[in-house]
């Protein structure tokens, strides 16, 4: 099956450099013009389904994508960010008040949970059932999620141990498309933002 991994416009904790996590941060108003420029550029996609993140960062995204396709959006609550408990609205330079965990998290960033939040591997375990689902139903389908949700499907169809996740940068408003094959993938594009060079 063709999957189209997207990841939502930005949102002002985005451009604060803020840890977003479960925490329900809308898109501001770059963000909204991302998605839309998103959905002009994926509206020739033949999809069967858009499925999506509850979070409106991502729904909204999925709704600007929606209006060139006549499916109705699902809303699939395991595609939500990973859950990054305390850390949920700090900048990255505020995490130095955590440097137990810091110093944990830098040597397996996979398997150490967020102070009183999810892991990684939290994150895959709970997404990968919901992307085989995906994938025995439909011959096409749009993903719309978030950074830590998409680099867990792509290390899983790759066969890749969730460290690799360190180097993966996934951007706002970019697709990935990849095709899946009995539980393995190859990716065909990947973080492609060119929809929003002019940005």
């Not at 944990?104 to 689902?133: C, F, T, Y």
């Amino acid at each position: 099956m063709k999957l189209i991994l997207v990841r939502h416009g930005e949102t002002i904790w985005n451009k604060e450099n803020k840890i977003q996590g479960i925490t329900d941060i809308g898109l501001n108003e770059r963000g909204i013009e991302q998605a839309e420029k998103l959905a002009y550029s994926l509206q020739k996609e033949e999809l069967d389904a858009i499925i999506t993140s509850p979070l409106r960062r991502a729904y909204d995204t999925a709704q600007a994508i929606g209006k060139y396709h006549d499916i109705s959006i699902t809303v699939e609550e395991d595609l939500q960010e990973l859950n990054a408990g305390e850390l949920e609205g700090l900048t990255w330079t505020e995490l130095a008040r955590y440097p137990e965990f810091l110093a944990k998290w830098k040597l397996d960033n996979a398997s150490v949970p967020m102070p009183k939040g999810e892991s990684h591997v939290d994150v895959q375990n709970r997404v990968w059932p919901v992307i085989q689902r995906i994938s025995e139903t439909f011959q096409s389908a749009l993903i719309v999620s978030h950074s830590f949700v998409i680099i867990s499907i792509l290390c899983k169809i790759q066969n890749l141990d969730l460290s690799h996740s360190a180097n993966l940068r996934i951007g706002a408003s970019s697709k990935t498309c990849v095709n899946i094959e009995n539980g393995l993938g190859t990716v065909l594009y990947f973080n492609d933002t060119a929809h929003l060079c002019d940005n």
